[in-house]
């Protein structure tokens, strides 16, 4: 007999569980479990033995053991002793095991350090100040990196005039008579191949604000690094990153299209780091942010340990949302079906849910496809991301919505904005809401500047649970975009995040992440300065376009660096397969056969849990047996060693510190 304690039928009793089993004459069986210190790791019950069995100590084949499973807090390990550990302090470690202070000044010289993840660096990165901070790594392999010695290290880029000034004790280097964009100041540096450089300096311009970008010359070729908008009487932080073909000679420089500013530059960091030093940072990060520890406990009636017993734990779902766009095909293909819904927590609709799709014909809605494919994932306990309610790209609209102007398309857009959040109102994970509204402008262009502000404050109105999504290409893909580089897009989140209509907005962070050859450095320095926010991130639309050799491995890149990332939330890649052919990239053949991208798909969930993986082990002399999940829902199994009783639990393991730590199962 397997008796699993819900939450109704327990409750915490000082240190002890008490637990309530309905008899057959409708009372109540009662019991307590104490919880005692290490050195005294019985448990008392009201009454020896609940299903009869031996009633003295040890392993006797007759008896039954009670199980507990502790999970300790996030960030933590389980010690020994059996306390919970304290996870989650102020200070940070490295790969290297090397403590730092989490702050961003140079507190350690090791130069094959990654600077770990820290809340106080990343709301750094959204804050302009009045004086800017220590160089990161002090400074890596810039020389000078704070311009405490003057010139040294330092030039002129083509015909701009450079001066080293001092300001309230802080010393800086500033181009001026800049006449070009690239008109600038340089330093001469040597590059390596196969390293990958993070990239970070703090900038100001004389007056008002301008985008500057940080610029790499090689070779005749010009690789930006990143950029950020600088203003005038404060310092802004730049962070960005880059890796090279070639090895060789480069110079750095920053640019600017306004060239009726001044560029002040201070504290200019670029440190190198190996492959294995990038991974090694990933496993810390994914240890502390996707994963807790969990200690299980198997006892007998009499509170004694009971060794060998055996465990076995089975992940039946993950816990970090992973899914793929999916397109109508799904509905009347059963191997698409089986292929989708074994891999997949999450999925976004490629058409069905678009404007075009729903009112082809003004006046004339038809939801048919969307709502059937929203019961087919409802079915398989499949999250939907809504995509998209309007897209302000001219070239996506019908011809009937690009005719209209005045009331007539603002009318149109409220009813359609009314039409399809209603209709899903609280089913969706999300809405993607104004589609790329950083590169595109046709409601603003037509409704005026404050279109994408009203479209998301009539969304949130009617569905304010949901969480309303920006979604854009570009911002993690290419350093060289400035109309969706972080700083833009910060810029246009704060302008929605002042929408109070219905209480504040949920907003999130959409990247779409469409990728020709990845910059893995530039891509975690752009996450870092949008997680400074502190909003959900999601990859919505994860491809790469490259040729085929390569294609899968840089595939695999960009999905490791988004999961490592702790503010990241979710990933959906585009497409998985499509019988007209995919849009950059398909996981699968029309036989449902993985092609190269599928494989690495495979290949991530079995690490991170999603395809049933399985860990099996034996508790020890003391009884207990301790695991590092990644957060997902469980089935726990333990077999009693000299019994064929058997105790089973489902669980689930999550990030959530007020998550439950005990749980009791009795055999």
Known sequence: MIWVLSHRQRKETGRGVEAAKKSNDGGYIRRIWWFRRSDERKREANGRNLHGGGSGGGLNSGQRGAVTIIITRKGGAASRGGELGEGGGAEEIHPSGVHQDSGLGASSTAASLLQPFSIKLFSIL?????????????????????????????????????????????????????????????QKISLEKGLLYTFSAWLQVSKGKAPVIAVFKKNGEYKHAGSVIAESKCWSMLKGG???????????????????????????????????????????????????GMRIRAVNSLGEPIPN?????????????FGCEVEKYILVNQAYQNWFTKRFTVTTFANEMKWYSTEAVRGKEDYTTADAMLRFFKQHGIAVRGHNIVWNDPKYQLSWVSSLSGNDLYNAVKRRVSSVVSRYKGQLLSWDVVNENLHFSFFESKMGPQASYNIFALAHSIDPRTTMFMNEFDTLEQPGDSASSPARYLGKLRELQSIRVAGNIQLGIGLESHFNIPNIPYMRSALDTLAATGLPIWLTEVDVQAPPNVQAKY????????????????????????PSGCYKMCLTDGNFRNLPTGDVVDKLLREWGGLRGQTTGLTDADGFFEASLLHGDYDISIAHPLTNSTASHRFKLTSDDSQPSRFVVHV
């Open 126 to 186: 959204s804050l302009c100040l009045e004086n800017p901070y220590k160089p990161q790594y002090n400074g890596g392999i810039i020389v000078n990196p704070d311009l405490q010695n003057g010139s040294q290290g330092w030039a002129q880029f083509a015909n701009a005039k450079v001066d080293f000034r001092e300001f309230g004790g802080n010393k800086f280097v500033v181009a001026r008579g800049r006449n070009q964009s690239y008109d600038s100041v340089s």
């Open 242 to 292: 880059l890796t090279i073909d070639e090895s060789g000679p480069a110079e750095l420089y920053f640019e600017s299209e306004d060239t009726t500013v001044e560029i002040w530059v201070d504290s200019i960091s670029l440190q190198p780091f190996t492959q294995e030093e990038w991974n090694a940072h990933h496993e810390q990060t994914i240890h502390r942010t996707r994963k807790r």
């Open 555 to 578: 595939f695999e890149q960009v999905l490791r660096e988004g999961h490592a990332h702790p503010q990241v939330k979710g990933m959906v890649t585009w497409s998985g397969y499509s």
């Open 309 to 321: 017993a055996t465990i076995s734990i089975v992940q039946n779902r993950l816990g970090f949302s």
